[in-house]
């Protein structure tokens, strides 16, 4: 069964931990596992694998050697100050950066960098929308360009943060017009988005109505108060405290 196993994703850089694992009887007292600082899990990411495409060794497409680069020449700005800002060793940030650079020469990604990367990786569906919010979400100051800092800044939280750590990343995701609360259309936005980019061949098929079944009952475990917005402390609360939601929310693993 190892096509299988190697199919399953492994916890280690998901975006919630490893929910998928824990057992029913551990409801209650639900233990988050740290995720493993592996180059492997590094290599699960779709915007890790196109920054280190165009610097692997050329005929070689094993995950290990894509990360073991020869000495880097290009350093980024305060190395040492991103190395204590993420939880990326040297090595791993001066592999990003090489990378990067490569791929962006003026040292700035903009959307139409991830909506091609999505689509390259996505193929079987329509990842315009979702990659727009998701540069969106890595854009903190919106101005329409991530600097490398940014980048890894977002990457180091997805693939290595806490769960609370993730957690307000994808609040941050959901939040389309950074009001600071979630609303029911905004939810249905990013949810429609990855239903599309996954395409008609995910599996279990997925009907038409899926991804607004899917909202209706987020939101009605998520907004306590019945006001028809979530709020942060709503959706970190809930989101930590019930089981299903944060299975749910794997459907991210495969997306960043």
Known sequence: DQPAREGMKASDGSLLGDPG???????????WQRPRLTRQALMRCCLVKWILSSTAPQGSDSSDSELELSTVRHQPEGLDQLQAQTKFTKKELQ????GFKNECPTGLVDEDTFKLIYSQFFPQGDATTYAHFLFNAFDA??????????????????L?????????WAFNLYDINKDGYITKEEM?????????MMGRHTYPILR???PMEHVERFFQKMDRNQDGVV??????????KDENIMSSMQLFENVI
């Open 21 to 31: 694992h824990t057992p029913l009887s551990k409801k209650e007292d639900i233990k």
């Open 95 to 98: 592999s990003l950066y090489r």
């Open 141 to 158: 100051d919106g101005n329409g360009a991530i600097r490398f800092e940014d980048f890894v800044v977002g990457l180091s939280i997805l």
């Open 160 to 168: 290595r943060g806490t769960v609370h750590e993730k957690l307000k």
């Open 188 to 196: 249905l936005a990013i949810m429609k988005s990855i239903y599309d």
């Open 208 to 210: 038409e109505d899926a």
């Open 231 to 240: 709020t942060i402390d709503e959706f970190l609360e809930t989101c930590q």
